[in-house]
């Protein structure tokens, strides 16, 4: 039988993509880097959080790869004072021999005192692991959590930033009970009660300037009758600091006392909110700021 020389072609047209693809092999990031089956850069985006960097990945080795960048890789600024940035979502890069490929990576900072990289800044892949940071990254990157809620839980752990902070700035719920709950666990300390809502600003130096905006939350306290009562705040060598609120409260063996006190102009520290009344008191809680 006569075979056509055009479709002789097509099948070859057809059949050479799928001999490129034939021998795809996956791998991880760091193995990859490691053992000479990839290069690898990264630069910033000018930012130090969400879609803040650029990996840039090539493929040195015979065979196509599928290379597996995984939730907890810290990217290490090559500027000293640039804050590191650490990854919480996965990214594949598919590359067939020789190939490269460029694709913004989703993370970040893992150091709130150094400065927010400026656009182009390099990076490199030669910090060493850090475990406490990648068991959140991978939790983080199985969750829908917005971006001031995953950065506040990054600095819990990588700065020692307060875990009360998590989730501050909306209303809880089971979702950040539940990241409160691991970052605590991770840390060793106790799940905080109680809110304290921050803000962050990017200074023009680069700078990140942090303020505390208010301390909120409940206490349980025993007022046997209908009285006048103050929320005062002390400092850990119990002298009041300027934090006072009066109101009428009834009478009631076990009361829940919502606060939602300014905290700009604490210090940090631990604090103790006592409710008084009569020069007696109602009710207290230690906070940490």
């Known amino acids: 039988m006569k075979t056509h020389p055009k479709i002789i072609c097509t099948v070859a047209l057809l059949i050479c993509p799928l001999f490129q693809w034939a021998t795809l092999k996956k791998v991880n990031f760091n193995t990859a880097l490691h053992n000479g089956l990839i290069s690898s850069q990264a630069t910033s985006h000018g930012s130090h959080q969400g879609f803040c960097m650029e990996v840039t990945v090539k493929n040195l080795s015979p065979d196509s790869l599928e290379v597996s960048l995984e939730p907890g890789l810290k990217l290490n600024s090559e500027k000293e004072t640039d804050q590191d940035i650490i990854v919480v979502r996965p990214a594949i890069f598919v590359l067939s021999k020789g190939k490269t490929l460029q694709q913004s990576v989703y993370g ?170 009569n020069n007696k008191i109602l009710g207290e809680k230690k906070v940490m700021i």
């Open 108 to 277: 970040f900072c893992c150091q709130a005192h150094n400065t927010s990289p400026s656009k182009g800044a390099k990076y490199n892949f030669k910090s060493k692991p850090d475990e406490k940071l990648r068991m959140l990254a991978n939790y983080l990157s199985t969750t829908n959590h917005d971006d001031e809620t995953m950065q506040r839980s990054i600095w819990a752990i990588s700065d020692s930033n307060q875990t009360a902070s998590i989730g501050a700035h909306k209303n809880l719920d089971s979702t950040i009970t539940k990241l409160r709950q691991l970052v605590s666990h991770i840390k060793g300390e106790p799940i905080p009660d109680y809110l304290l809502e921050q803000k962050t600003y990017v200074l023009p130096n680069g700078r990140l300037y942090t303020i505390n905006v208010a301390l909120k939350g409940h206490m349980s306290y025993n007022n046997p009758t209908y009285q006048y009562c103050y929320l005062k705040m002390y400092n850990a060598q119990n002298q009041q600091v300027n934090v006072e609120i009066g109101q009428w409260i009834d009478g009631t063996n076990q009361g829940n006392y919502n606060f939602d006190v300014p905290a700009k102009t604490l210090s940090k520290g631990t604090y103790t909110l006592k409710l008084e009344a």
